[in-house]
């Protein structure tokens, strides 16, 4: 894995260790599962939060977890 890939895989778990009260292995754990399944994750999150009256102006190949 590349650097970049890796910072992002630790200020996730982080994020989710502070947020969710899990130990460091776990955090860890669910940070390289929301990597790994990103492209799903930030699909199914955008259509979920989604209202049936306005529909989400972004388009599905654009969404991202994080901004590059």
Same mark, same amino acid.
């Given at each position: 894995m590349n650097t970049k890939k890796l910072s992002l895989l630790m200020y996730l778990s982080w994020e989710v260790q502070r947020k969710k009260r899990f130990n460091r292995s776990r955090s860890l754990q669910?940070?390289?599962?929301?990597?790994?399944? +990103? %492209?799903? !994750?930030? &699909?199914?999150?955008?259509?979920?939060?989604?209202?049936?009256?306005?529909?989400?102006?972004?388009?599905? +190949? %654009?969404? !991202?977890? &994080?901004q590059s």
């Open positions: 669910s940070a390289w599962a929301i990597l790994l399944t +990103e %492209d799903i !994750t930030v &699909f199914h999150l955008v259509k979920k939060h989604s209202h049936e009256r306005y529909q989400n102006k972004v388009q599905s +190949e %654009d969404l !991202t977890l &994080f």
